[in-house]
């Protein structure tokens, strides 16, 4: 896994903490505006976010945007999604379900995007 700048870690679905999903990828989308590299790790439930149109119906409401729309300008400017290869299996999913360009990913590739980062932000 290529490593970046800035890794936001996000361990909620869309259910349990739509909150917590939006400031995540506002705060990574803010990270490539400022001219960093960014990932997003999508870990425990937030692997559910790695199904197509996951995050269509997260709107948590001003001041923020809609996640999908953050997601697409994230991808759009470059940021990338990695998605824990052990969090599908335990929530009985496999990477065909994941939208296709999402790397998927195992716990020596978290350590690594973590340790190499310049900043991290864990949201569970």
Do not use: W
């Amino acid at each position: 896994m290529q490593t970046a700048d800035f890794v936001a870690t996000i361990f909620d679905n869309a259910t349990s903490s739509p909150g917590k999903v939006t400031v995540g990828l506002t705060m990574a989308l803010n990270a490539l505006k400022m001219g960093h590299s960014a990932v997003i790790l999508l870990m425990v439930d937030g692997v559910e976010l790695a199904v197509p149109g996951a995050m269509a119906a997260i709107d948590i409401g001003a001041p923020f945007r809609p996640a999908a729309d953050l997601l697409a300008d994230f991808l759009a400017a470059g940021g990338r999604i990695a998605v824990c290869s052990a969090c599908l299996v335990h929530h009985g999913m496999s990477a065909d379900q994941v939208v296709p360009g999402y790397e998927i990913i195992n716990a020596p590739d978290v350590v690594a995007a973590l340790m190499a980062a310049k900043g991290t932000l864990q949201l569970s």
